[in-house]
């Protein structure tokens, strides 16, 4: 499974009891510490495992390097990044590859492992399932404060952090709980993941923009005009796809549109279940765990934003 459903990762069943899960995953800086940005890839690269529900197991190594313009030594922080990042997952680097590119660019390719009868896909959110998100949105608000410059050390710091943070206590914990459907938070927003599992399971949902997890200082930033293009571009190809209450400003829709780079997890669970699973990724001190909306029977709009 993978492409018709346009789930996080591949899967493919090599015996009854475990299925190869396969994901890969690279981009250009987001941040200007060598060191941070491969930490940050490596953490995006494994989120598509663990939003499978899946255990990674290894990586390989994807790198463009401008190696006439910048030192052997940057490319060596941003794969010490990398390695941390994958160390602190149990998870092994078994070989890789670089170029010579005018820009830099890292990431990694991911093979994890899952009982088929346990794979967490995008497809299956039930009506009555609340909607519950593992990380604070507004990186990309911030990343592009960071790159204007016009942002505090400090709240660049938490962006960093979160950016960095594994999704392995979510996935783990929601694994234990038993939750009916999963994607990651990435280039989409938050609007366009959850558009997209909303789809693939056949289901509405109602989400409450109060209730939305956010960075302090995302808010100001947006309104000081360090909203990123793509939450433009995210906003004209989903936000059709939803009702809008009228109290929604267009800085709020563009909020929900805001592209994520290593968001958190979206679960979909049932709500016999949401206490559990909150009180779980609490004691586990994600980032966030908040109960964002609730699923519903398909209805005359995929998604419905209430204040
Ligand atoms: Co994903
Ligand atoms: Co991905
Ligand atoms: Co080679």
Redesign the pocket.
Known sequence: MGIETGD?AGVYRLTDDIALVQ?V?FFTPVVDDPYWFGAIAAANALS?IYAMGAKPLTAMNIAAFPSKKLSNEVLAKILKGGYDKAAEADVLIVGGHTIDDNEPKYGMAVTGIVSPRRVVTNSAALPGDRLVLTKPLGVGILTTAIKAGTVSSRAAARATRSMASLNRTAAESMVRVGVSACTDV?GFGLIGHLIQMLRASKVSAIIRFRDLPLLPTARELAGDGMTPGGAYHNLEFFGKDAEWDAKLSELDRLILADPQTSGGLLISVPDKKVGQLVALLKERKTLAASVIGVVTAPGSALLTVEP
Request: glycine share 0%.
């Open positions: 996080d994901t995953d598509d990435t």
